[in-house]
């Protein structure tokens, strides 16, 4: 979209929202349904009062009140459906339609967890492949499934840590490094399961310092969690020796793995030295992501660590022939065949020295369906295919964008680039004016203010499902933006105009945390 | 940037003022971390505290951010106006956005004059 001409001629300023949609609050009439029951043919009893809630304020509309509501609401929102979104570590691909029709066949969104095993093989099949699909990828041993999202993964993964010390009665190791570079996360994870965080900082390649990497590696090193290709959208040129000091120091490597869209088909983590990762299979596979869905963390791990995995795990608990994946049902003389004739039977299985349960049930099961289907679609030169062009588009930017903006550690990327969103000489620009800005230009920002490291950030990461028309008028609008910044800054600070609505209070946000639309009448004295 | 001469500067833009024994965050600090919505006291008065240690939370609109101790000593006040007011440490780092003071029992070898600090801010941008 090119908004340049329609601004040009001056969009009028006007700090008032420009669509307003009422809240269903102002919208409620009294009395008005949306659905209208038949009369009752047994006699109506009244709820108790004590369960009444005389001031609760109820809306009060009918179907089509609510169904416009919303669905207007749903229009101010931008989506990867509705154009680029180039949100760096977020891995904002599109997700392909075939996997909702999946998730969506009766089969798999019908069954209950509870049932017994034989009448879900479909579903457990479909987790047995998809474990084994994600060892194969990241090259480990054995994994789960149940995590809920990527931090959720590092949870379980830096327990499984803990465990696997606490086993060897190894009680001293309280120590797990984070780069300078890492998502907020990482430190945050360590230090709920108690280990006390050390920051490891970067060398100027932005990779691992490795000096001060030694320094810390000593017999309380629980181990280190790591991102690769790192936040700064590099693969760490030092990754093998990095894993060497930690183990000879006797820790264990945790490999971040929301980076993976860089790596499909092409390194595996364990083959680089790690011994625990998980994967965000709303990131790499292509499911719901944000508020759009549920995520999901699978945990992979190396042999010494698969008995501590959290249960259950789904298993091969009855041999059959091992080229059968996808039983027949309904077949009473099935069960009258000799064992060798039998398809296997899958069911759950708790890994021996289990730190327990980390979700119930199985995890997001709708979510591994679409994230299985993704695989399926794909296959091995397809998502190798994935990303080899996820790594291309992005350095395709990072080599138009250059010039124009500082890009700190400036070498071939991955995925992704980190650029900073300032001038000298245009001192009063911010990253942030300059993310808030590209969305009067019909973009989603890139992530800003993140890594730490990098002054005004802005991460950048276009993802495979790009073309290159796209990726040019992105390039453009930043070029457009960085002469705008130097010329008339203050079509950057009074950014964004062309959105439903302006710029939000950043700071109210944060400190005034009232989501009520009513408040009780004590409030103030609460 | 505001630098003070009269205080002592840490690597990771804390302030001490060796006279008061207060501590605070420095105007760099508070640049980098720009709009701050939330300041929390991590010690309360009486306490004892080692070089290093954690001493307050701060959060901006964009990080969030430690703060550690300068020097070791006992705690002798905190400010707790910061809780509702947070915003002073952009506005007035050295002054009203003070963290916490601290009668001094040792200071940290490694605190930088005015001077010194200035200089390796200015390495860092
Ligand atoms: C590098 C990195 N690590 C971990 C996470 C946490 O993943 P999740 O958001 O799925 O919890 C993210 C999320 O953005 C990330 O970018």
Redesign the pocket.
């Known amino acids: 979209m090119d908004t340049s001409t329609k601004l040009s001629t001056g969009l009028q300023l006007d700090s008032a929202p420009k669509i307003v949609e009422p809240t269903v609050y102002e919208l409620s009439a009294p009395g008005r349904v949306g659905v209208g029951f038949p009369d009752p043919d047994v006699p109506l009893a009244d709820l108790p009062d004590s369960l009444l809630r005389a001031e609760l304020p109820l809306p009060e509309l009918s179907e089509a009140d609510v169904i416009r509501h919303f669905v207007k609401l749903s229009t101010f929102n931008y989506s990867v459906d509705s154009g680029f979104y180039p949100l760096g ?2 891995t904002m691909k599109y997700n392909p339609k075939v996997n909702e029709d999946m998730a969506r066949l009766p089969g798999f969104a019908n069954v209950h967890p509870l049932q017994p095993i034989e009448t879900t093989q479909g579903a457990l099949v479909l987790m047995y492949q998809l474990q084994e699909w994600l060892k194969e990828i990241s090259g480990f041993d054995a994994l789960t499934l149940q995590p809920a ?6 949870f379980t993964g830096t327990l499984i840590m803990r465990a696997y010390h606490e086993d060897r009665k190894d009680t001293k190791r309280v120590k797990m490094l984070v780069p300078d570079s ?2 907020g ?2 430190p945050a994870t360590s230090a709920m399961v108690g280990l006390k965080v050390v920051q490891i900082p970067s060398d100027e390649r932005g990779n691992v310092d490795l000096d001060a990497l030694r320094a810390e590696a000593d017999d309380t090193l629980a181990g280190m969690m790591l ?1 690769n290709p790192n ?1 700064l959208g590099l693969f760490d040129e030092n990754v093998e020796e990095i894993c060497q000091i930690v183990h000879d120091a006797g820790g264990l490597m945790y490999g ?1 793995g ?2 993976m869209n860089a790596m499909l088909g092409i390194t595996k983590m364990a083959d680089l030295g790690f011994d625990v990762m ?1 994967y ?1 299979l ?2 790499t596979f292509s499911t719901p992501h944000g508020g759009g869905g549920p ?1 999901s ?1 699978p945990v992979g791990v190396v042999a010494k660590l698969a008995d501590f995995l959290p249960a259950p795990i789904v298993a091969v608990v009855d041999e059959g022939h091992e080229e059968t994946f996808y039983v027949e049902t309904g077949d009473e003389d099935d069960h009258h065949h000799h064992e060798d004739e039998l398809p296997p039977l899958y069911g759950l299985v708790d890994p021996s020295k289990t730190i327990g349960r980390v979700k119930a049930f199985h995890g997001h099961f709708g979510i591994l369906v679409r994230a299985f289907t993704y695989i399926a679609m794909h296959g091995a030169d397809g998502l190798k295919d994935v990303s080899e062009y996820a790594v291309l588009n992005a350095n395709y930017i990072l080599a138009k964008l250059r010039d124009t903006y500082h890009v700190p550690y400036d070498r071939i990327c991955m995925h992704e680039f980190v650029a900073e969103g300032r001038w000298k000489d245009a001192p009063d620009v911010h990253a942030l004016d300059i993310a808030k800005r590209l969305m009067d230009y019909g973009f989603h920002p890139p992530t800003n203010y ?1 890594p730490l490291i990098v002054h005004e950030a802005l991460m950048i990461e276009p993802t495979e499902t790009e073309n290159k028309n796209t990726l040019d008028s992105f390039i453009d609008a930043m070029l457009k933006i960085a002469k705008e910044a130097h010329e008339e800054p203050e079509l950057l600070h009074e950014a964004p105009q062309n959105t439903p609505f302006g710029r939000l209070d950043e700071v109210k946000a944060a400190k005034d945390l009232i989501l009520c639309c009513w408040l009780p009448e004590d409030y103030d004295n609460q | 940037m505001n630098i003070p001469t009269t205080l002592k500067y840490t690597k990771s833009d804390e302030w001490l003022d060796p006279k008061t024994g207060k501590m605070g965050l420095t105007d760099y600090a508070q640049d980098q971390l720009s709009d701050i919505v939330f300041a929390e006291a991590l010690v309360d008065v009486d306490d004892d505290i080692e070089i290093g240690d954690g001493i307050s939370e701060v959060e901006s609109v964009k990080a969030s951010a430690e703060v550690y101790a300068s020097a070791s000593g006992t705690i002798t006040a905190v400010n707790e106006d910061l809780g509702d007011t947070p915003e002073v440490i952009n506005s007035d780092p050295y002054g009203a956005g003070w963290l916490v003071q601290v009668e001094i029992s040792e200071e940290s070898d490694e605190l930088m004059d005015a001077a010194a600090y200035e200089k390796y801010c200015e390495n860092r941008d």
Not at chain 1, 149 to 154: D, I, N, R, V, W
């Open positions: 570590s977020c999202a990527g931090a959720h993964g590092e890492s998502h996360t990482n991102t936040t971040d929301a980076n998980h965000n709303h990131k995520g963390g993140f």
